[in-house]
């Protein structure tokens, strides 16, 4: 199901529950609140998504920004690139705006070992992910998100999407999630 089709049924199905009374009115504001919130990272993030770098994601109470490693770092690497600040970019002012939404990125790899140039500073892909995951928060923190809103974790290879046994497997396992969660969730 595309994207838009889906903002429509999850936005109309909040509509629908708050018509009967099954859902509460603070539970209808927080789900327009994301619907809200999803259409301006998408619109932001199109590039990115039409490449196939960057998947948006709304589901009950939670909104996730899946972005691949390949345009926030270079290969191997755990700091930002030029390109990965410039993406970072098109979604810092959607974060700015935020007050109560908890941010949480997540870190992942591939499960092909480190190579010899990063195994003195992280002995395996759990500290990497959780290097790029925490380089992601520092850099959306020097633009002005609430850094008492957002949080950083690394799970390695833990939670593949995809195959390791192919080169575009392993690509689509290496990636940062960003997860915007309003409260209570």
């Known amino acids: 199901m595309n994207l838009l089709k889906r903002e429509l049924l999850a936005t109309s ?4 529950l708050l018509l009967v009374g099954c859902v509460p009115q603070s539970q209808y ?10 259409r301006q990272l998408d619109q932001s993030l199109q590039a990115e998504v039409n490449n ?11 909104l996730k ?28 002012p959607t974060l700015r705006n935020l007050t109560q939404t908890q941010i949480v990125v997540d870190g992942y790899t591939d499960n092909l070992p480190i190579g010899p140039e990063l195994k003195a500073r992280f002995p395996s892909n759990w500290q990497l992910s959780a290097a790029r995951a ?17 949080s950083a974790q690394g799970f390695g290879d833990t939670h593949p999407v995809a195959s390791n046994d192919t ?6 396992n290496r990636r940062i999630e960003i997860t915007l969660r309003g409260p209570g969730n």
Do not use: C
Not at 167 to 172: F, S, V
């Open 29 to 38: 504001n927080q789900e327009a609140q994301l619907a809200a919130t999803y």
């Open 52 to 62: 196939d770098q960057a998947e948006i994601t709304q589901l009950q109470g939670e």
């Open 134 to 150: 925490t380089g992601v928060v520092q850099y959306l923190q020097s633009q002005g998100v609430n850094p008492n809103l957002m």
């Open 65 to 92: 920004v899946t972005l691949l490693n390949e345009i926030l770092f270079p290969e191997g690497g755990w700091q930002l690139h030029r390109q990965g600040e410039q993406t970072l970019n098109k979604i810092v």
């Open 167 to 172: 080169p575009q497997g392993r690509a689509k």
């Open 13 to 16: 199905l909040s509509a629908l």
